[in-house]
């Protein structure tokens, strides 16, 4: 099994800067994938970013150049560095494992980012 914990959503104002991480606990293997998502209100939910164990990333053209997605070395946290913050970025960020092993998607429970105008 495997657990996701995120932290860091928060409020903060248009222009401004925030940091999301996520911390998975259990059996990770080397071929997971881990990243984020998100889901605005009334709105399906959405890639935002992706890294592979060997560092590989995806990025939604949405968030290119503002955001950054990175992975520790021990390779079971992964984080999410928002800047220049826009409040169509308003929605909850979920953390996601994809275990390609199997073809199975883990989900933490989500984080909050909310950006004023």
């Known amino acids: 099994q495997v657990q996701l914990v995120e932290s860091g959503g928060g409020l903060v104002q248009a222009g401004g800067s925030l940091r999301l991480s996520c911390a998975a606990s259990g059996t990770i293997f080397n071929t997971d994938a881990m990243g984020w998502y998100r889901q605005a209100p009334g709105k399906q939910r959405e890639l935002v970013a992706t890294?592979?164990?060997?560092?590989?990333?995806n990025y939604a053209d949405s968030v290119k150049g503002r955001f950054t997605i990175s992975r520790d070395n021990a390779k079971t946290t992964v984080h999410l560095q928002m800047n220049s913050l826009k409040p169509e970025d308003t929605a909850v960020y979920y953390c996601?494992?994809?275990?390609?092993?199997?073809?199975?998607?883990?989900w933490g429970k989500g984080t909050l980012v909310t950006v004023s105008s």
């Open positions: 996601n494992l994809y275990r390609r092993a199997y073809g199975m998607d883990y």
């Open positions: 890294i592979t164990r060997g560092g590989d990333t």
